[in-house]
């Protein structure tokens, strides 16, 4: 069974620019889950989808968007890049919610 | 709101030693769950176990064991015979059994194991 898929890996963006990060969930799981991993910073909650509608959303400023597409996959899109949205992006899904999260590889994004 | 407290930023035990992370949280839910993620420096996050709060019984997988206490809101976690590949992060979660979907995780605690 293919885990949770994160693209790119990496990359590096200049203030100002927009940013879209992709992620595929685990076969058979309808929720996506994007968490911003900023150093010293701890997992922030980002947003959560499921079939297809925004579910949640964190404490983070309109610019951070997303959606989620009919095969559950989803898009983070980031625009107007400031330096401090440099981080590890993390993608996850969940099949129902006692069985936590699983967890992609991330996205390491570096804004300069 | 829920909270997750880690108070011990990093730890280090010998190899083959025990060790204990700990980790508090604050909620006034009386159903949830509790998990506890291992990140290593390959970033992935992986999860080491989990905990139904209404189990009395402390989950355990293989090494890793933990001391779930409900009514103190305590959940730390018990590394047995710690291995060189313990080396990570370790974020404590908690996550409500109804209504808001989201984990909710700790600052993490870094575990560094000494050959």
């Known amino acids: 069974e293919a885990g949770v898929t994160q693209s790119p890996t990496h990359l590096i963006k200049t203030r100002g620019q927009q940013v879209t990060l992709r992620c595929s969930p685990i076969?058979?799981?309808?929720?996506v889950y994007w968490y911003q991993q900023a150093l010293g910073l701890g997992l922030q909650f980002l947003l959560w989808y499921d079939e297809g509608e925004e579910r949640n959303r964190g404490n983070f400023p309109p610019r951070f968007s997303g959606r989620q597409f009919p095969n559950y996959s989803s898009e983070l899109n980031v625009n107007a890049l400031e330096l401090e949205d440099s981080a590890l992006y993390l993608c996850?899904?969940?099949?129902?919610?006692?069985?936590?999260?699983?967890f992609g590889s991330g996205t390491r994004l570096t804004v300069v | 709101a829920q909270t997750v407290t880690q108070s011990q930023p990093e730890m280090s035990v010998q190899e083959a030693e025990t060790v204990t992370l700990s980790c508090t949280y604050d909620?006034?839910?009386?159903?949830?769950?509790l998990f506890w993620y291992k990140q290593p420096p390959s970033r992935q996050m992986i999860l080491v176990i989990r905990?139904?709060?209404?189990?009395?019984q402390n989950a355990t997988e293989n090494r890793f064991s933990v001391n779930f206490q409900k009514a103190a809101k305590s959940f730390s976690l018990k590394i047995s015979d710690s291995q060189l590949g313990d080396a990570a992060m370790y974020f404590c979660a908690y996550r409500s059994a109804w209504g808001d979907d989201k984990i909710i995780f700790g600052k993490g605690t870094r575990l560094h194991i000494l050959p």
């Open positions: 996850a899904s969940s099949p129902i919610p006692n069985y936590g999260y699983t």
């Open positions: 905990q139904e709060a209404y189990k009395q």
């Open positions: 909620t006034s839910e009386s159903d949830y769950y």
């Open positions: 076969s058979g799981h309808t929720s």
